[in-house]
């Protein structure tokens, strides 16, 4: 009876600042696959061992653990065990040597989740702000190996625009320093065009593997297009249903140090689709951006420039749907206010480019609460028709886009408030060049 007690006393658990040397490690796997939990814990666990360390750096490492466990986990937990003395002494411990001890290791499983509510978001339709109402569900680590499957569906309160998906994630090749999923994804899109006078309806699935800075999609999509009574015909001549299988790659780079406000670095992203593999949609498409940001001598601000490109060209006697035009969006203009119309209804294009050299100070009101930038800037772009399926087509809507005279330009300047992934932008532009069809905005309050 005394020897148990003895025993259960040599296994107290070790303050948080007392060193110790982890020589045992034990992991419980919970509900995950071994291979998985193995494979994790040969990269983050494994360097442990063997190392001098007190439980308090333990907590500080284990939210990035988490954050690197593929969703499969929120947190650890971990204990710290004294060892029995005498193996302790057999493996060359002496008095006033760091403890060794056992490391016994509890991942905390991600459960499912969901929610059911009323979001209050600004729309990006004409209608502006409004109520959306949302159902959700989902739950991590369903095979024991970090996949995740959710489902939502959303309604948008005041238009007729509703949403629904289910998504499958899995991990591929956890051992890898570069990232690497496959997302499959389920949707029913119904969309009230409202400005372009079309009701569109999707559903589809998409297929998708991402590593790094690539991903690599499949869409195929059954689109349904039903006009309003005052469509113009530009836009009636596509209605009806449609299917697009589309392949698309997507390389993305970016390395700027705020994501919604940068002072330093750039971003690229080139995005490139072929659809016609099945289906009867025939088209190339490709866009391109990049983002310029440097600071200036003193500390007096930022200096970007951006420019992006882009273009929808049709194939095999096809032509470009109204759905699957280009729309450009310009600050100083209204939402799809740039390019071709007809009876005052938007039609899109074919070819766009934009570019743009922005000044940003630094916080103007440090004892806000919140960072408040100044801003001002130049910008020109324009959006040509979409091209039939010629040479000769392609040849005039191209000499259409770079030919100076058709270019929109615009100047002005506000005011920047920065959030964590967003910024939000009041803002007064002066346009300075635009076309008859066009549609300006002089003051625009905007997230972006």
Same mark, same amino acid.
């Given at each position: 009876?005394?020897?148990?007690?003895?025993?259960?006393?040599? *296994?107290?658990?070790v303050?948080?600042?007392?060193?110790?040397?982890?020589?045992?490690?034990?992991?419980?796997?919970g509900r995950s696959?071994?291979? @998985?939990?193995?494979?994790?814990?040969?990269?983050?666990?494994g360097p442990?061992l063997?190392?001098?360390?007190?439980?308090?750096?333990?907590?500080?490492?284990?939210p990035?653990?988490?954050s690197n466990?593929?969703?499969?986990?929120?947190?650890?937990?971990?204990?710290?065990?004294?060892?029995?003395?005498?193996?302790?002494?057999? /493996?060359?411990?002496?008095?006033?040597d760091p403890l060794?001890?056992?490391?016994?290791?509890?991942p905390?499983?991600?459960? !499912?989740?969901?929610?059911?509510g009323?979001?209050?978001?600004?729309?990006?339709d004409s209608?502006?702000?409004?109520?959306?109402? @949302?159902?959700?569900?989902? *739950?991590? =680590?369903v095979?024991?190996?970090?996949e995740?499957?959710?489902?939502?569906?959303? !309604? &948008?309160m005041k238009?007729l625009k509703?949403?629904?998906?289910?998504?499958?994630?899995?991990?591929?090749?956890i051992?890898?320093?570069?990232?690497?999923?496959?997302?499959?994804?389920?949707?029913?899109?119904?969309?009230?065009?409202?400005l372009q006078?079309?009701?569109?309806?999707?559903?589809?699935?998409?297929?998708? &593997?991402?590593?790094?800075?690539?991903?690599?999609?499949?869409? #195929?999509?059954?689109r349904?297009?039903?006009p *309003?009574?005052?469509?113009p015909?530009?836009?009636?001549?596509?209605s009806?249903?449609?299917?697009?299988s589309?392949?698309?790659?997507?390389?993305?780079?970016d390395?700027?140090?705020?994501?919604?406000?940068?002072?330093?670095?750039?971003?690229?992203?080139?995005?490139s689709?072929?659809a016609g593999?099945?289906?009867?949609?025939?088209?190339v498409?490709?866009?391109?951006m990049?983002?310029? =940001?440097? +600071?200036l001598h003193?500390?007096?601000?930022t200096?970007?420039?951006?420019g992006?490109f882009g273009?929808?060209?049709?194939?095999?006697?096809?032509?470009?749907r109204?759905?699957d035009?280009i729309? !450009?969006? !310009?600050?100083?203009?209204?939402?799809?206010?740039?390019?071709?119309r007809?009876? #005052?209804?938007?039609?899109g294009?074919?070819?766009?480019?934009?570019l743009?050299?922005?000044?940003?100070?630094?916080?103007l009101?440090?004892?806000?609460?919140?960072?408040?930038?100044?801003?001002?800037?130049?910008?020109?772009?324009n959006?040509?028709?979409a091209?039939e399926s010629s040479?000769?087509?392609?040849?005039?809507?191209l000499t =259409?886009?770079?030919?100076?005279? =058709?270019?929109?330009v615009?100047?002005?300047?506000?005011?920047?408030? +920065?959030? /964590?992934?967003?910024?939000?932008?009041?803002?007064?532009?002066?346009?300075?060049?635009?076309? +008859?069809?066009?549609?300006?905005?002089?003051?625009?309050?905007?997230?972006l």
């Amino acid at each position: 009876m005394e020897e148990g007690n003895k025993n259960e006393e040599s *296994r107290v658990l070790v303050k948080g600042s007392e060193l110790y040397e982890v020589v045992q490690l034990e992991v419980d796997k919970g509900r995950s696959k071994y291979h @998985f939990v193995d494979t994790l814990s040969r990269i983050w666990f494994g360097p442990i061992l063997g190392q001098t360390i007190n439980s308090n750096s333990l907590d500080e490492y284990w939210p990035e653990v988490a954050s690197n466990s593929h969703g499969a986990w929120k947190g650890i937990r971990h204990e710290i065990i004294k060892i029995d003395p005498k193996v302790a002494v057999a /493996q060359g411990w002496n008095p006033g040597d760091p403890l060794k001890v056992l490391l016994r290791i509890k991942p905390i499983e991600k459960k !499912m989740n969901g929610g059911i509510g009323i979001n209050q978001v600004v729309q990006v339709d004409s209608k502006g702000m409004g109520p959306i109402s @949302f159902l959700s569900y989902g *739950r991590t =680590n369903v095979f024991g190996a970090g996949e995740a499957i959710s489902a939502k569906v959303e !309604m &948008y309160m005041k238009s007729l625009k509703r949403q629904f998906q289910v998504e499958f994630r899995k991990p591929l090749d956890i051992s890898s320093p570069i990232p690497s999923h496959f997302i499959a994804t389920l949707f029913h899109n119904s969309n009230e065009q409202e400005l372009q006078a079309f009701h569109q309806n999707d559903s589809g699935l998409s297929l998708s &593997y991402s590593k790094g800075h690539h991903t690599f999609q499949w869409l #195929g999509s059954i689109r349904n297009v039903i006009p *309003r009574s005052d469509a113009p015909f530009e836009i009636r001549q596509f209605s009806g249903e449609s299917f697009k299988s589309a392949i698309k790659h997507v390389y993305r780079l970016d390395n700027r140090d705020d994501p919604s406000l940068p002072t330093v670095g750039w971003a690229n992203s080139i995005s490139s689709e072929i659809a016609g593999a099945g289906g009867d949609v025939h088209h190339v498409k490709q866009e391109a951006m990049v983002q310029y =940001n440097f +600071p200036l001598h003193n500390g007096l601000g930022t200096f970007n420039l951006f420019g992006q490109f882009g273009y929808i060209l049709p194939y095999n006697g096809d032509r470009v749907r109204t759905c699957d035009r280009i729309h !450009m969006q !310009m600050v100083g203009f209204e939402r799809f206010g740039v390019g071709p119309r007809s009876y #005052g209804k938007p039609l899109g294009g074919g070819l766009h480019y934009c570019l743009a050299a922005h000044l940003t100070s630094n916080n103007l009101i440090k004892d806000f609460g919140l960072p408040v930038h100044g801003q001002i800037y130049i910008k020109a772009g324009n959006l040509a028709n979409a091209p039939e399926s010629s040479i000769g087509s392609v040849k005039e809507c191209l000499t =259409n886009l770079v030919d100076p005279t =058709n270019a929109r330009v615009v100047v002005g300047g506000g005011l920047v408030v +920065p959030f /964590q992934n967003i910024r939000l932008e009041l803002n007064h532009t002066i346009a300075v060049k635009v076309a +008859p069809t066009d549609l300006t905005k002089s003051f625009v309050l905007s997230f972006l």
